[in-house]
């Protein structure tokens, strides 16, 4: 079964401090993978996704994420965090496996991240 | 584009009364998808469409939920009667293409009395 994990519920950081969000994730073929974020009473925003090539994914407000499959991780980075990135971010994937090509996502339980000046 | 428009916003109900939301793909998505997001339960997945025919209802928690899509420009989900326990924050999400990003609406936030 297709499952996502991120292990932290809660996050902090240091503004300027890098920052790094972890997921791990269970496909039965080639994954599709996404961060998500959602500020308060927001809907989730797309922030990069990875579908092929370059294992390392930019994406936006100067995110990206690297695709680990020996580790099937996805871990969100961003070299120098601001206080504005404190949010709930989501990881999801997607199963790309012939006929169970369904488009459905898979998310994450959310982690916080708290930002601190 | 702008984006996946749903409403209302806010929705303030009592118990036993019937609540509908509403979802405004955007144009040309065919994919259309009804979550619901709990603190207990996190996003849950509970309907979605392509090419407004459901493809997969398993998340529906039981038949008071309803969905429905008479056209590519509209969706609705249905609480019939709504209890205290539907009280959640319901989005939609659309895409063109099973492969390609799925992208949210503000959600509709629902509390039951």
């Known amino acids: 079964a297709q499952s996502v994990a991120q292990p932290e519920d809660q996050v902090n950081v240091a503004e300027g401090n890098p920052l790094t969000v972890k997921c791990t994730y269970s496909?039965?073929?080639?994954?599709?993978l996404f961060w998500y974020v959602q500020y308060p009473n927001r809907g989730l925003q797309f922030l990069l996704k990875?579908?092929?090539?370059?294992?390392l994914v930019k994406g936006s407000y100067g995110f990206e994420a690297e695709f680990n499959k020996s580790q099937t991780s996805f871990h969100l980075k961003k070299p120098s965090a601001l206080v504005s990135d404190s949010a709930l971010y989501f990881c999801?994937?997607?199963?790309?496996?012939?006929?169970?090509?369904?488009?459905?996502?898979?998310f994450g339980q959310g982690t916080t991240l708290q930002v601190k000046p | 584009d702008a984006g996946v428009i749903q409403s209302p916003r806010h929705e303030v109900t009592e118990m036993g009364q019937e609540v509908t939301l509403r979802c405004k793909p955007i144009?040309?998505?065919?994919?259309l998808f009804w979550y619901r997001q709990t603190m207990m339960r996190g996003l849950e997945l509970l309907i979605y469409?392509?090419?407004?025919?459901?493809?997969?209802d398993s998340g529906m928690p039981e038949d008071r939920f309803s969905a429905k899509m008479p056209n590519a420009s509209f969706s609705t989900l249905k609480i019939q009667p709504s209890e205290p326990r539907d009280s959640a924050v319901y989005f939609c999400?659309?895409?063109?293409?099973?492969?390609?990003?799925?992208?949210f609406g503000p959600g509709t936030r629902l509390l039951v009395l």
């Open positions: 999801a994937v997607r199963d790309i496996h012939g006929s169970s090509n369904t488009g459905k996502l898979i």
């Open positions: 999400a659309t895409t063109k293409g099973v492969r390609e990003t799925q992208y």
């Open positions: 144009s040309g998505h065919d994919y």
């Open positions: 469409f392509n090419n407004n025919v459901p493809i997969d």
């Open positions: 990875y579908i092929t090539g370059d294992n």
């Open positions: 496909v039965s073929g080639n994954p599709y």
